[in-house]
């Protein structure tokens, strides 16, 4: 038995035969089921999970379809949803006992999103401590003594192991482009403001991101359209909705052209990954950039901001819950409370900084080529370091995780694509062309 | 010799004349330069002023006019701008030794609109220290042993001595209402973004705005109009600026609703303007409604937030420079480094809170009528009270005042008119029907 792998069909593959009823949802969501029935024992991808009432859903989108009923562009296909998403008919307990019971009254946006363009909410997937750091049971599939990353750990191991084809979860510093990475699948966080966060966990405004994973990029840019648009519940939000599919199926004008930066972190990359990615950049005659000083603070900016927003979210919460949060998380609210007001205004200030600085820089450059993570996914529990993710999240560009390299056991090293603010379409039309030219 | 009074026409009739050939810009700048030169060794109400430069400007219009070209609807009208908007031609100095002999290169862009409008800049108007309490040399033309009130201190005094039929002013907290209603004349502080704040000296983004001072409701829409409008550098501006002149224009189709409104303030109202005002109010037969006890904290939230982005924006400049500063303005920069980060961020929510809770009660009435501000100017220097002034600012509210009542003395009592966010046409409106109901 294999722990990773692909679903049968990819989801555009599905969707295909499921609209020319050549597949129906329900015999494409057993498909998923008996895999998940095999391998969640041991991955431990799912928090939530009712197979009858998955496949009641399929059934029902089955009898729509053959009413000859108007069908989405998900019609059938089954996504896992991180376990901060409310969703009206699964619990919403956001790994944490402060939430233990919850059921919401109604989905969040991005899920009624996804029912409307037709897909199966197959279950919640496990997410760590309100999508901070304290992980959850999920394991990499890759290798169950390692982490899948966090915080959307079980979106991430659900796809990774060919439970689901699609499933989403969220950013607020490494946690859709780190897990995906480590899991070996694709990964898009889109810009800031691309999909509403509206009636999901609310860690920080200025950071939160949804993002998607799948094991193509084709099924990355039939999940993200569907997800992306305006809402008037989140003010973030913006009227016009990048053409993902058309994008990935043109090819690029010219061959783009990619930077390859480092980042001030570079020193946290491991041996095995440097190596690997100066290999790449040497392969693909890259420029190689490095960022000056003032992005140094970053990393600290993206800390306040983060621990600040969460505390004035649902600091008094985890407060009054006690021993109930983790001490990571306890100790982050104390932080949060101490910060001073100057402080988080600088931060917000340089953050619009580093977005002004990179934005030139991606004017030059179509995207910028960087690692994902510090390396492959490490043993243990512990969920990884975001440190490659933090600069991207706080400047809200958009960023791909593409599984292109292989590190130690063969496990995944994810090579990080980032793209000017607003420019998604074409940055998974970049992706394309990358993952053509190396695969 | 009276101190207050009005130019000989108002910036409406002005124009017109001008623009029919009746009337010459020098004439009219002229007039306005002899009344300067009369009262201004005891009013005080401008910091920079060159005669020639001003009757230059006037000269360049006649013959610009002369030659056949467009001409704006300001064209040849002087007006009095106060010194902490950057002018191109006049030092800006802000009331502060901090400035002190600051030259701009450029306009700011509320400037530069009006001088695209045909205005002339006559001259700079003194403001408290950096638009805060520390008052300037500026007399109340009504008395001279009373403060105009502040922080566009000298913009309300020139306009209501009749120097110029035309100011601006900006208001963080009080600032335009407040002065308007000590000197009797029409002060107008437009909904937050209406006009732009860039060249401008930042004391809050979330708290500043530009306003307008004038003898005749006529004359604020005339200026209204010509500053109001989308800025690129200014994020909070919006692309449709409001029909100010045409509301005016019209009759209301049916009698305006107006809620007196007593605020949680009233008792800081002293005996004179409670009893002004809840004659007035019994003999418009309006109905009291109270704001509920939520709206309490306002005060303490605005003050929050303006102490925090003032020290944000220029506290390092004023620890720096030391006993430079008067101790009101060091102290508040003394709070706002001590301010947590919660409880600046709960202060911008409560913020919101108080804008859907009122924005409620403007759907059932067309405005609410408060006093301007406690009573009559006060003696002496300080600048008095802006208690009256504080929510409709931290609201972003829309805000008239009405010289409409008289007290001690004969000194002027404003009525203070606030509407819906964005509805300031229509508000301008509604003054005007109150004007000549009670005219």
């Not at 390859?260 to 190689?288: C, H, I, Y």
């Not at 000083?293 to 969460?310: E, F, H, P």
Request: contains cysteine.
């Amino acid at each position: 038995m294999t722990h990773s792998g692909k679903t049968p069909l990819t989801a555009t593959q599905a969707a295909a035969e499921i609209a020319r009823g050549a597949l129906s949802a329900e015999d494409y969501t057993r498909a998923c089921l008996d895999r998940i029935s095999e391998l969640e024992p041991t991955v431990h991808a799912f928090i939530h999970l009712d197979p009858d009432h998955a496949l009641a859903q399929a059934r029902a989108l089955d009898e729509r379809r053959s009413k000859g009923q108007p069908i989405g562009p998900l019609h059938g296909i089954p996504v896992g949803i991180k376990d901060i998403f409310d969703t009206a008919d699964y619990k919403t307990e956001c790994g944490s006992p402060l939430h233990k019971g919850r059921q919401p009254a109604r989905d969040c946006a991005a899920v009624a999103r996804l029912r409307a363009a037709g897909a199966v909410i197959i279950g919640k997937t496990v997410t760590t401590e309100c999508a901070y750091f304290h992980p959850g049971a999920t394991r990499n599939p890759h290798d169950l003594e390692r982490t899948p990353g966090g915080s959307s750990s079980g979106s991430a191991a659900a796809v990774a192991a060919g439970m689901v084809p699609l499933a989403i979860g969220s950013q607020t510093n490494g946690s859709v482009i780190r897990p995906a990475a480590f899991c070996g699948v694709y990964g898009v966080k889109p810009t800031h403001g691309t999909i509403s966060r509206h009636g999901a966990l609310i860690l920080s405004k200025a950071l939160d991101h949804v993002g998607v994973f799948a094991n193509t990029l084709a099924d990355t840019a039939l999940i993200l359209e569907a997800l992306a648009g305006y809402d008037e519940n989140d003010e973030d939000t913006r009227p016009q909705a990048p053409e993902f599919r058309k994008a990935l199926a043109e090819k690029p004008p010219t061959p783009p052209k990619l930077a390859f930066v480092r980042t001030p972190v570079w020193d946290k990359a491991d041996s095995e990954a440097r190596t690997a990615f100066e290999n790449l950049a040497k392969r693909l005659g890259l420029a190689t950039v490095d960022l000056p000083d003032d992005y140094k603070a970053a990393w600290d900016d993206q800390r306040v901001i983060m621990a600040t927003d969460m505390t004035h979210n649902f600091g008094a919460l985890v407060e009054r819950g006690g021993d109930a949060s983790s001490k990571q998380l306890r100790d982050l609210v104390a932080e949060g409370r101490q910060t001073t007001a100057l402080r988080y205004l600088a931060a917000r200030d340089n953050a619009r900084r580093y977005v002004a600085g990179i934005g030139g820089l991606l004017k030059q450059y179509d995207a910028i080529l960087t690692p994902s993570a510090p390396g492959v996914a490490p043993k243990g529990n512990a969920t990884g370091n975001p440190a490659f993710n933090t600069l991207w999240t706080l400047t809200g560009l958009p960023a791909v995780s593409l599984p292109l390299l292989k590190g130690e056991g063969g496990m995944p090293i994810g090579v990080q694509l980032v793209g000017a603010a607003g420019d998604d379409a074409r940055l998974l039309r970049t992706a394309n062309w990358l993952v053509n030219k190396l695969g």
